[in-house]
């Protein structure tokens, strides 16, 4: 499925730690390869088109090793989002930070894995929840 999302990560002094995954690696559950922006030090930016690819990029960055893992910070804004949504380290878990004035809604859970889940959409509290759409987590597999 064709949906445009974006993820910027941002750790202190992680140079080392990124540097694997600004180049190709077919071992790897996502596709694709960050490149470090121009005006962070600690800064790096992927884009996927797809939902499948991205599949597993959250537990493995979980998995690496980080010299300051507070520091970490992964800013992400798929394709139907108000903003990016905020997901930092906790105790060795990144979890989605809650922002003023947001929600994240999901769609329900599809009827068999054949698909791979939906992040759901993080929008201002004060528009209308879609059709379809609730505050209640419906899809228990990480969509990231």
Partial sequence: MSRIAQVIVLAQYA??????????????SWEGQFEQLAMFADGWMIEFTRVRPRSGLLRH???????HPASVQVLIH??????????MMRDG?????????????????????????????????????PS???????DQRPAW
């Avoid at 140079?15 to 790897?28: A, G, I, Y």
């Avoid at 798929?78 to 905020?86: K, N, R, Y």
């Avoid at 947001?102 to 889940?117: Q, Y």
């Fill in 15 to 28: 140079d080392k730690v990124m540097d694997p995954l600004t180049r190709p690696d077919d071992s790897r």
């Fill in 61 to 67: 960055l979980e998995s690496l090793e980080w010299p």
């Fill in 78 to 87: 798929d394709e139907e989002d108000d903003c990016f949504g905020l997901w």
């Fill in 93 to 129: 878990v990144l979890v989605e930070v809650p922002l003023p004035g947001h929600r994240r809604l999901h769609p329900p859970a599809p009827a068999t894995d054949e698909f791979p889940p939906q992040p759901g959409l993080l929008w201002r509290t004060e528009t209308t929840v």
């Fill in 132 to 138: 379809g759409f609730s505050t209640e987590r419906q």
